[in-house]
């Protein structure tokens, strides 16, 4: 040891070994411990408690997590990290070296440069100094964040806090008579019960006339994207100058945004003729549903947006549907893009898998949505919009607060009643939800009609099998849209609507069955079952695969490409052209609309018989298999296993690596740390 060199250094070098071992164990990445590493460099006296917080903070945020929850980092690391049996021991002798309660852990914290310290955890808030970290939430509950996030967390809550504040001034007797006529009676709404007689879609149509921001959830079937329409036409309805109204509807994904715009389209055009509006020309003038990354104008090769705080969007009204799967980065850019007089309607299932990034912002915003949430004001407010009384169950007691969450809880609506999932697919959904694994394994193991069913064969020839051949009770599998392929367009009549209606078929007909997966790797990943799927295939006669592009290979984009009008997660099939000397494309359906790109201007593609369940969200299938490889698998959580449950319109098949998986999964509900809305 050097005369310039202490204890506490060679501590922190120790500590710097044992973090870069655990990323050759695997239990970190390299790039968590090369955090630390950095922090050490730039800070030689850093105290072990900062460099090891810090490479789990960065390990946290690449599982979706935006900040560490110091108290059980301190404490209980493994119940926060989930890590395999044979870390235990390493993690218990590192943590024997270090503070053994959160106070002294967080003053180590408090102490570096390196770290910005916010009230109540300082006297004053110190100044940004660019610090890589931020040191945030309360002395019970301290939170650290990296800088990024934590600046995107303040942006997002104080647009929040704006958007819900503000309230407009409702003539409430218009909004009664048009509501009245967009929505029929609901039985027993004079007398409700908790969960029965409100109708909660004209009610989150009431809540959305008096704020900026409203917030729909419910779970699929629920009628959100119903209940947006109708918003639509009471907003148009209301508006001093209907025809200036301008509106846009965006998505995560340009699965989602296809779907939203038809099913709004669908619905205005029902409202037309009970509403004596000209609905049918403000559809028009809408345009096309977008993705986010399309709305705001992202850019290639950078993360620079065309609209921003400084060059807002040009719109009144934005529709969002699939915001479970928005990011927080994304939403703090969309709330940072929209004028300060535009309304914004999120629309989402808070139980479904938040974004593969960091942030869970649905969740978060939606947090106690099924427990007393409104106030007296609202109460009164609902009933004159609606007709209907608010039963006391829904109604908080009087200590009416301005504090964000429940300036939220008053402009969030849950729909409570689905009119698509009645069958055993919607009981299995909601065992799943409940987190009644016994509940679940008796709807699979009895379900007469094979609607839904687990398969008593634990390999991955069951997987192989089902995707080629379809199953008693579910026929549905991929021979449906290479059956297509092969036979080809029609021969007669005009050779490029032929063509077209040809593609459209193949298209519509490969979104009827589906594998879906929770894992890339592994026997049981995407990757190792589109390889084995592509064999079977290729096997019984279906395609003729000859390198990397071959005729019936169905291609998901997995990087944007604004030019080429084709984003991460759109999923296309690869066809011949109509001039057969020409080479092969991709075609990609947005709604009815036939588009097709060059196979060789999409470099940035996986084949796609196997899709995880993250890149399904948004979309529907006749018949979803989902695929969970070992019960140990850290990644196997009760919203995945609901959010692939409820990707099947009519047929559900659970295929497992091994006894147990569903049971574990259940188990183990997700829980991202984060500080908003709290």
Known sequence: MSSTETPAMDAARAVLATLRSWADAGWLRRLDSALAALLLELDP??????????????????????????????????????????????????????????????????????????????????????????????????????????????????????????????????????????FDPVPGAQTPTPEAGMDWQKMACAVALRAKLTVITGGPG?????????????????????????????????????????????????LSG?????????????????????????????????????????VDVVIVDEASMVHLEMMAALLAALPSGATLVLLGDKDQLASVEAGAVLGDLCRGVG????????????????????????????????????????????????????????????????????????????DPAGTVMASPVHQVQAVVQLAVQGRAGAAACYADYLRLVQAGPATSGDAQAAH????????????RFRLVCAVHE???????????????????????????????????????????????????????????????????????????????RLPQVETAFAMTVHKCQGSEFLHTALVLPGADARVLTRELVYTGITRARECFTLLQAQPGALQAAIARPTQRASGLAT
């Open 222 to 270: 629920t009628g959100k994207t119903y209940t947006a329409a109708r918003l639509l036409a009471l907003l148009y309805a209301m508006a001093p100058q209907p025809q200036q109204l301008r509106v846009a509807l965006a998505a995560p994904t340009g699965k989602a945004a296809a779907r939203l715009r038809q099913s709004i389209d669908s619905a205005l055009q029902e």
């Open 500 to 511: 077209t209606a040809w593609a459209t078929a193949v298209l519509k007909a490969f979104d």
């Open 522 to 600: 592994g026997e049981w990943g995407t990757r190792s079952l589109n390889l084995a799927v592509q064999q079977a295939l290729a096997q019984a006669g279906w395609i003729k695969p000859r390198g990397e592009w071959f005729v019936g290979r169905p291609a998901m984009v997995t990087r944007n490409d604004a030019e080429l009008g084709v984003f991460n997660g759109d999923v296309g099939i690869t066809l011949p052209a109509l001039d057969p000397a020409a080479a092969l494309r991709v075609y990609f359906l947005d709604g009815d609309t036939l588009r097709s790109v060059a196979s060789s």
């Open 371 to 446: 427990q007393a949430q409104y106030d007296a004001d609202t109460a009164r407010y609902a009933q004159a919009l609606t007709g209907c009384t608010l039963d006391a169950a829904w109604i908080a007691p009087a200590n009416r607060s301005e504090a964000l969450s429940n300036l939220l809880s008053q402009q969030t609506v849950m729909l409570r009643h689905s009119r698509r999932f009645g069958g055993n697919i919607g009981t299995l959904a909601r065992a799943v939800n409940a987190g009644d694994a016994v509940l679940a394994a008796q709807v699979l193991a009895h």
């Open 45 to 182: 006296h850093a105290h072990p408690a900062l460099l090891v917080s810090a490479a789990l903070l960065a390990h946290m945020e690449g599982r979706g997590h935006t900040c560490l929850p110091l108290a059980t980092i301190a404490t209980n690391p493994q119940a926060a990290l989930d890590w395999p049996q044979a870390a235990q021991g390493p993690v218990q002798q590192l943590w024997q070296s270090l503070p053994a309660s959160v106070a002294p852990w967080v003053a180590e914290l408090q102490s570096s440069a390196l770290v910005r310290c916010m009230e109540p955890h300082v006297a004053a808030a110190q100044s940004d100094q660019g610090q890589p970290l931020v040191l945030a939430g309360t002395p019970d509950a301290p939170l650290l964040y990296l800088r990024r996030y934590w600046l995107q967390e303040q942006q997002l809550t104080r647009a929040l806090a704006q958007r819900t504040a503000a309230r407009s001034v409702v003539d409430e007797a218009a909004a009664r008579k048009w509501l009245d006529r967009l």
């Open 274 to 314: 009970r509403a004596g509006l000209d609905l049918a020309a403000f559809a028009q003038r809408m345009g096309a549903a977008r993705t986010l990354h399309s709305l705001l104008g992202a850019r290639t090769h950078t993360r620079q947006l065309r609209f921003h705080a400084g060059n807002p969007l040009d």
